[in-house]
């Protein structure tokens, strides 16, 4: 990327964008209504509309390292709660990604300051898969595996939520786990069994 050219990159963008409409700008100036929330990794391979084929106006995004759904973050809280209950998504999705830094960060013995605390969050997920990730011994495996299980354990913190579980009762939101491969470029849905996992965590986490 050359960022003395950034400024006319974006003419010609916005060139392109007026020659397919010529009322793109107009229509996306009048306000938005994504049918997505996107919760992914800040990771600068893993981008959010490009990989799923969106336009602007089409996910409303959230990235942060490892894309974590954590209680007492303020950012990712005020992104769910503003998402399901002013734009009413339809779905929610957490996108990890396999080779991510921080995950593989989480698995180092190493002081790394601020990252201690949020990367934690990670260990927290091995902690409760350990059995599962002890068993396997490539360690290439095992990182790829607590990347899945860190997806799917950010799935069960989005309906931990009460913004998540109104919208689930009353009008079917759902939250899905998805990895993305960018060895292929191929996003994997990780067919998380949402239902269960809703009833599951109800029977502790229910605050509606
Ligand atoms: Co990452």
Redesign the pocket.
């Known amino acids: 990327m050359d960022f003395d050219k950034i400024i006319e990159k974006n003419e010609l963008w916005v060139q392109s964008k007026l020659d397919q409409d010529p009322d793109f700008f107009k229509k996306m100036a009048a306000g938005q209504s994504p049918e997505v929330l996107y919760i992914g ?3 600068s391979r ?1 981008t959010a509309e490009e990989i799923m084929g969106a336009e602007p106006g089409e996910a409303f995004v959230h990235r942060n ?2 894309n974590m759904v954590i209680s007492i973050d303020l950012n990712v809280m005020s992104v769910l709660q503003y998402a399901i209950d002013v734009l009413k998504v339809k779905r929610v999705v957490v996108c990890g ?1 396999y080779g ?4 593989l960060a989480s698995l180092q013995a190493a002081d790394l300051g601020i990252l201690n605390p949020w990367l934690r969050n990670i260990r927290d997920v091995y902690r409760i898969h350990r059995n599962e990730l002890n068993a396997l011994t490539d360690s290439q495996q095992k990182a790829d595996r607590l990347v899945e299980l860190n997806v799917k354990e950010q799935c069960v913190n989005v309906i931990k939520t009460a913004a998540f579980q109104k919208a689930a009762k009353s009008r079917g939101l759902t939250v899905h786990g998805w990895v993305f491969d960018m060895s292929t470029g191929k996003l994997k849905d990780l067919d998380i069994d949402f239902e269960t996992h809703l009833k599951n965590i109800m029977e502790i986490y229910d605050l509606n």
Do not use: L, T
Not at 100 to 103: A, D, L, T
């Open positions: 990794c800040s990771d893993v390292i490892a990604h991510c830094g921080g995950v």
